[in-house]
Each structure stands twice: as structure tokens, then as C-alpha cells.
């Protein structure tokens, strides 16, 4: 598979976008929902254009080396690195996790399983999921000269 710019620019957007307009409302009970929409959007998207540059990407030309890159295959790697994501995001959230967002009371293995299991986190393994088949989509798609 080619690298796109184009891809790699769009397909991380839609799930931070989306993400944002639909939690934004639910932060701010009466007047306008820009500041908490863009206090989510940012680290959203720093989120997902990291994982998408630093993970997704090396790991797209590690497997395009090794046989020919499929959809499947593509969604697939991205629906594992986005529950790989999931680690690191717990790591920070344990690190203020204790009394004044200071030193954490509980071990990191505790705090893991506990936030590992919340509903919530299923966005990140769908979010990884989306975004490879859109840069999929993306980066396949023929140019009109």
C-alpha cells in the first residue's frame, strides 16, 4: 500500500470529531458547548494523530513488507493497535489518579483491570478500527487527473 498524505491528514479526524459533538453537551448543562467541545477535541485528536504517525503507520509498512496488505488486514491491525492505546491513556489517568491528583494510592495492575473493564474504553479498539479502514479507503481510492 502507498503512503497517502491525504490519508494520513483525514482519517484520523471523523472519531475525535464525532467523539467531541457528542460528549461536548453532556459536559456543559445551559449556554455554549465550544469550550468543552474543544477542550475534548484537542487531546483527542493528539491522541489519534499520534497512534495513527508513531503506531499505525510503522506498523502498516512492517506488514506491507511482510505480504501484500489487505482491508481485512489493515482493519484488523488497526483494531489492535487502538486496544494497544489503551495502556498508555491508563498509565496517564494513574498518575494523578491519587488524593489532589498527586502519587497514586492504588498499584497501576488494580487501576488497569478496573478501568480496562469500563464500557467507555471500547472506543479506542472502534476508534483504531475506523481509522485504519479510512486511511484504507483513503489511500486506495484512485486520483482523478
Known sequence: MRFSWKALILAPLP??????????????????VVLPFLILLIPACLISYAATT??????????SLLRPATGWMVSLLGFVLGAAV?????????????PDSGPPTESFLTFFERWATDPLMLVFPIAGFVTANLYWWLGTRRQAI
Open 54 to 63: 508513531f503506531l499505525f503507520l510503522p506498523a502498516l509498512f512492517v506488514l
Open 86 to 98: 489503551i495502556v498508555p491513556v491508563t498509565l496517564m489517568a494513574w498518575t494523578s489518579s491519587g
Open 15 to 32: 472519531i475525535p470529531l464525532v467523539l467531541s459533538a457528542v460528549m461536548a453537551p453532556l459536559m456543559q448543562g445551559e449556554g455554549p
